[in-house]
C-alpha cells in the first residue's frame, strides 16, 4: 500500500488488540500486559477534582469487589499528575468517606489518551473525555463507550455488559435487549436454508426461523 492510499484509524478497533501502554499510576507503573488473564475496564475521565467525575468515581469504587468476583480489574486516566490523582483520592476519602481501591494513570503526555481516541477535537482538546474500554483476558477490545463530559455513566450498565460478553464467551450464544444473569438467551441463527428448516423442531423457544431463545 502506498504513502498515499495508507490509511491509519486513530482510534482502537473492536475484537482487534487494544492499544498497548506503558504508563505511571497512583500504584506505581501499569502496562497492558499486566493485566493478561483478566478482563479489564479502562476508563478516562476530563479532570481530577470535578464533580461528575467525582460521582463516577464512588460508584466505580462501589463496584470493586463485583467486578473483581467478575475476573476484572479496573483502572483509571486522565491527564492529570499522579500527585494530583493521589490528592483527589484522599480527598474523596476524607469527604466521602471511600476508600479508591483501584490505579489512575497519570497522562501528562497524552500518549495513551490519544492511542485510546480519548482524546476528542469536538468536545476538547486537552482533557480526556469520558471514554469506556472493556479488554478481554487476551488483550482484545470488546467494547468501548463514550459518553459527553457533562453526563456521568452508569457503572451498573458495564457489570451488565461484560457478564453479557462473558456469557457470550463461554455458551456461544447472543443476548437481547437489557438481558441480565438468569434470562434467556438468543441462540445464533441458522446458516443454511436446511438448518433454517429444522429450527421449529430444535427445541427453542421458537419464534421464527432466526429468532428463538434458550435458558442456561
Request: glycine content about 6%.
Amino acid at each position: 500500500m502506498s504513502e498515499e492510499t495508507a490509511v491509519i484509524n486513530p482510534f482502537p478497533q473492536l475484537n482487534q488488540p487494544a492499544p498497548d501502554f506503558d504508563a505511571p499510576t497512583t500504584d506505581g507503573p501499569r502496562k497492558l500486559s499486566d493485566y493478561q488473564g483478566k478482563w479489564l475496564i479502562l476508563f478516562s475521565h476530563p479532570a481530577d477534582f470535578t464533580p461528575v467525575c467525582t460521582t463516577e468515581f464512588m460508584a466505580f469504587q462501589n463496584h470493586f469487589e463485583t467486578f473483581k468476583s467478575m475476573n476484572c480489574e479496573l483502572l483509571g486516566l486522565s491527564i492529570d499528575s499522579h500527585f494530583a490523582h493521589i490528592a483527589w483520592m484522599r480527598s474523596i476519602k476524607e469527604n466521602f468517606g471511600m476508600e479508591i481501591q483501584f490505579p489512575i494513570i497519570a497522562d501528562l503526555t497524552m500518549e495513551v489518551a490519544k492511542s485510546y481516541g480519548m482524546i476528542q477535537p469536538g468536545a476538547s482538546d486537552t482533557s480526556a473525555v469520558r471514554a469506556t474500554f472493556l479488554i478481554d483476558p487476551e488483550g482484545i477490545l470488546r467494547a468501548m463507550v463514550y459518553y459527553p463530559m457533562t453526563n456521568g455513566r452508569s457503572i451498573d450498565e458495564f457489570v451488565r455488559l461484560l457478564e453479557a460478553l462473558q456469557t457470550s464467551d463461554a455458551n456461544g450464544v447472543a443476548t437481547p435487549e437489557g438481558w441480565k444473569k438468569g434470562d434467556k438467551v438468543i441462540v445464533p441463527p441458522p446458516a443454511t436454508a436446511a438448518e433454517a428448516e429444522k429450527r421449529s423442531s430444535e427445541g427453542y423457544e421458537y419464534t421464527d426461523w432466526y429468532f428463538s431463545k434458550k435458558e442456561l
